[in-house]
Structure formats: structure tokens, C-alpha cells
């Protein structure tokens, strides 16, 4: 069993940046594939940014370029860093973490998720 609670969210000004946390607790060895998912009201869930263990993180196209996705091996935390802030990235962020089955066999929405954390870019 694996616990995940986001945190950092906030209000900031388009341009602005917000680095999001992720602490991870549990199982944490099992884990294969660390991801962000962010939801804007009237829209559906996507994934933002994935960190699998040995491998290059992978983004989202609107994203990209613009979001960095890391872990605190030591602190079993995982970061998004989010730079160049736009109103359409106002969204709650969640964490989500899979094992190796989740990863490889299971359906997207799988794994482990945290509660959220919201993100809100305005004037």
C-alpha cells in the first residue's frame, strides 16, 4: 500500500512558476511509473508528466518545455515544477503512482492517487 499526499498548490500570475510535491509513503519500493494528471473543471483528466524508474520522463505536448517532473529518491517525494504559467493550466494536480503490474497491465486509471492540490493562474 502506497499513500500519496499532494501539496503546493496556490493562486499565481500568468508567467508566474509553482513547484508541486508529491510525498510519497508506503510501499515505495514496488513502484514502477510516477505521473502528474491535472483536472480543469468541464474537462477530462490528463496526464501532465510520467517519471518511470530508469527511463526519461515523459510530457504532455502543452506542457512541454514548460513543466519538470523529478524525485527526491531520499525523501520519496515527487516534483512538478511548473514555469510560464497559463490560465489554461488552472486545474486541481494529482499524483499517481503504479506498480509494475498497474504499469504494464492495467487501465488508466490505476495506481495509487493523492487528493489533489489546486492550481489556479490569474490577474
Known amino acids: 500500500q502506497v499513500q500519496l499526499v499532494e501539496s503546493g498548490g496556490g493562486l499565481v500570475q500568468p508567467g508566474g512558476s509553482l513547484r508541486l510535491s508529491c510525498a510519497a509513503s508506503?510501499?515505495?519500493?514496488?513502484?514502477?511509473?510516477w505521473a502528474w494528471y491535472r483536472q480543469a473543471p468541464g474537462n477530462q483528466r490528463e496526464r501532465v508528466a510520467q517519471?518511470?524508474?530508469?527511463?526519461?520522463?515523459s510530457y504532455a505536448d502543452s506542457v512541454k518545455g514548460r513543466f519538470t517532473i523529478s524525485r527526491d529518491n531520499a525523501e520519496n517525494t515527487l516534483y512538478l515544477q511548473m514555469n510560464r504559467l497559463r490560465p489554461e493550466d488552472t486545474a486541481t494536480y494529482y499524483c499517481?503512482?503504479?506498480?509494475?503490474?498497474?504499469?504494464?497491465?492495467?487501465?488508466?486509471?490505476?495506481?495509487?492517487w493523492g487528493q489533489g492540490t489546486q492550481v489556479t493562474i490569474s490577474s
Open positions: 499517481n503512482a503504479r506498480n509494475v503490474y498497474e504499469y504494464t497491465r492495467a487501465g488508466p486509471n490505476s495506481g495509487t
Open positions: 508506503g510501499r515505495i519500493s514496488d513502484i514502477t511509473a
Open positions: 517519471f518511470i524508474t530508469g527511463a526519461n520522463p
